[in-house]
């Protein structure tokens, strides 16, 4: 079975780094997906990055794309969010998603089975 357990959300000003942190349980280290979403009050889940199994190709939302940079590390089954420069906007629920397999719509929700419970990222202005 599947465990995804998020960390590192908290209250920063805007202009401030957070790094959050997801651990994997029972996920194949080969041919996996894994993939951080964020979900304000009120709106749609939205993708904010992914990440391939081996870690060489990342992807991410034009909204972040500067600023935050996601990376794994297969020895712990960990995958990371940095982000920096935060903003207001930013402020929601990060969620970590994983599926056993990579697609071509690896910003879609409905393509990852496993989901973490959030960990909140607030931003104040």
């Known amino acids: 079975q599947v465990q995804l357990a998020e960390s590192g959300g908290r209250l920063v000003q805007a202009g401030g780094s957070l790094r959050l942190s997801c651990s994997a349980r029972g996920l194949s280290s080969t041919s996996n997906a894994m993939a951080w979403f964020r979900q304000a009050p009120g709106k749609d889940r939205e993708f904010v990055a992914a990440?391939?199994?081996?870690?060489?190709?990342?992807y991410s939302s034009d909204s972040v794309k500067a600023r935050f940079t996601v990376s794994k590390d297969n020895a712990k089954n960990t995958m990371y969010l940095k982000m920096n420069n935060l903003k207001s906007e930013d402020t929601a629920v990060y969620l970590c998603?994983?599926?056993?397999?990579?697609?071509?719509?690896?910003?879609?929700?409905?393509?990852?089975?496993?989901w973490g419970q959030g960990t909140q990222v607030t931003v104040s202005s």
């Open positions: 990440i391939t199994w081996d870690g060489d190709s990342t």
């Open positions: 998603a994983a599926q056993h397999y990579w697609s071509h719509t690896y910003h879609t929700p409905t393509e990852y089975m496993y």
